[in-house]
C-alpha cells in the first residue's frame, strides 16, 4: 500500500488482528516523522490543561482513493496543512464526513480504545450516505493504531483527559460538475483534550426557529452540513445565555430530537432514563448506544420514545423529571441545569449540580473506558505499542 515514496522514512507494518476475524490481514502505513517534534518539556506544559480542540499531536495519517485504483498511499506524516485545489469538489458540494472517538491511558499505563468498530462502522455509513468511497475497517482501525504508535506519548495520563481522535474524509477529484467524486482523502488528527464543558450543569435553549434535520435527511450522517446549520442556533443560545441549543423535531416542531452536537437523555423521579428513539434524523450516538446498555445492565429502567417539549418543561415544573444530561464522545454525559425557551424556563435539581443518575453513568462508563471495571460488552480494545 505505501508505494516507492522517496519521503516515506520507514514503513510500519500495521497488525490489526486485535479487530479482524482474519487473523492474517494488516495494513502498511508509511511513516514520515517530523523534524521538529515537540519537545518533552513542550509536551508536557501543552498537556497541563488542553482546550479542547486547540492542541494537536505531531502527525498525522493520510490516506487516498481514486476510482479504479482503490485506497492507496497510506502514510503516517508531520501535521501539516492539506493542498487542496480550489475547484475540489468538497468546496462546491460538500462531501465530508468525520468522526469522533478517543484514546484512553489508564492507570495502568495501558492505552485503549472504546469501541472503535462502531465509530469505523459508522463512518461507512456516513460515506454511504453522502455517496463517497467507503474506507474499510481493517485500514480505519490500522490508521488509528499507526498514529497511536507515533504519538503516544500525547496521551494524557490525567484522568479527566484523553488524546481525541478525529478521523475525517473529504472528496477532491477537481471538478465543477454535479456528481458523485471519483476521487477522496483520509485524515486522521489527534488532540489531547480536557473537559468539554466546565464542571457544572449546562444552561440549554431550546430553538423553535430553525430544526437541525428531517427525515430523510442527513441527521442519520456524521457530516460538516449538520453542524454548519446549527452554529446560528448555538449563537441565538449564547445570546440567551445558554452553552448549548435544543432541536425539536422538523415536521411538527413538538417533539425532541437532539442537541447540537449531542444526545440528549432525562431521568424521571422513579430514576428510570428516556431518550428520544432514532428516527432517521437523529445521529446514531455510540455513547448513547453505551448508555441505554450499560444502564440495563446496572437495573436502571432505560427507554426510547417520543419527548414533547411541552411535556419536559410541565415534568421538570412539577417534579416528574429531576434530570437531564446530554451524552456524546467528546463531553461524556454533561448535567444540564436549565432548558430555557421564549416562553419561560425550569430547572432541573437545583440547577447547578449534577444528579445522582447522570453521575453513576458518567462514573460507569469511564471506567469501562479506563479499563478499571470488568469489560462484560467486550467493548474495549488495547493498543499494543
Not at 469538489?89 to 460538500?94: I, P
Request: one cysteine or more.
Amino acid at each position: 500500500m505505501c508505494g516507492n515514496m522517496p519521503e516515506c522514512t520507514a514503513i510500519l507494518p500495521v497488525h490489526v488482528t486485535a479487530y479482524l476475524q482474519d487473523p492474517g490481514m494488516m495494513a502498511d502505513f508509511c511513516i514520515e516523522k517530523t523534524s521538529t517534534p515537540t519537545s518533552p518539556e513542550r509536551r508536557a506544559e501543552l498537556l497541563k490543561d488542553p482546550k479542547f480542540g486547540r492542541v494537536f499531536t505531531d502527525h498525522m495519517v493520510v490516506i487516498r482513493y481514486k476510482e479504479g485504483q482503490g485506497w492507496h498511499d497510506a502514510k503516517v506524516t508531520p501535521r501539516r496543512p492539506l493542498e487542496i485545489d480550489p475547484a475540489s469538489t468538497v468546496l462546491h458540494y460538500g462531501q465530508e464526513i468525520f468522526e469522533g472517538m478517543k484514546a484512553y491511558r489508564g492507570s495502568d499505563g495501558e492505552i485503549r480504545l472504546f469501541r472503535p468498530e462502531a465509530n469505523a462502522e459508522r463512518f461507512a455509513t456516513s460515506a454511504r450516505r453522502l455517496a463517497m468511497a467507503e474506507l474499510p475497517e481493517d485500514l480505519f482501525l490500522g490508521a488509528i493504531e499507526a498514529l497511536l504508535k507515533v504519538d503516544h506519548d500525547w496521551i494524557p495520563t490525567n484522568r479527566d483527559q484523553s488524546l481525541y481522535l478525529r478521523p475525517l474524509m473529504i472528496s477532491n477529484e477537481v471538478f465543477l460538475g454535479v456528481k458523485r467524486a471519483d476521487e477522496y482523502l483520509f485524515v486522521l488528527l489527534a488532540s489531547p483534550v480536557g473537559a468539554y464543558f466546565s464542571a457544572g450543569c449546562v444552561p440549554v435553549w431550546v430553538s423553535e426557529n430553525y430544526t437541525r434535520a428531517a427525515i430523510g435527511g442527513t441527521g442519520e450522517a456524521k457530516c460538516g452540513g449538520n453542524y454548519a446549520s446549527s452554529l446560528v442556533p448555538q449563537q441565538e443560545a449564547a445570546s440567551k445565555g445558554c452553552s448549548q441549543v435544543l432541536f425539536l423535531d422538523a415536521r411538527e416542531r413538538r417533539y425532541i430530537d437532539e442537541m447540537g452536537g449531542m444526545n440528549v437523555m432525562f431521568v424521571r423521579k422513579d430514576g428510570s432514563v428516556v431518550t428520544p428513539p432514532l428516527n432517521g434524523a437523529i445521529l446514531r450516538g455510540i455513547t448513547r448506544d453505551s448508555l441505554l446498555k450499560l444502564g440495563r445492565s446496572m437495573g436502571i429502567t432505560m427507554s426510547e420514545e417520543p419527548i414533547a417539549i411541552d411535556d419536559v418543561f410541565a415534568g421538570a415544573a412539577s417534579g416528574e423529571f429531576v434530570e437531564a444530561f446530554a451524552c456524546g464522545t467528546a463531553a461524556v454525559v454533561s448535567p444540564i441545569g436549565i432548558l430555557r425557551r421564549e416562553s419561560g424556563e425550569v430547572r432541573f435539581g437545583d440547577g447547578e449540580n449534577a444528579g445522582p443518575v447522570a453521575l453513576r453513568l458518567k462514573e460507569a462508563l469511564t471506567s469501562l473506558q479506563r479499563g478499571e471495571a470488568e469489560d462484560s460488552f467486550g467493548w474495549v480494545r488495547r493498543v499494543s505499542l
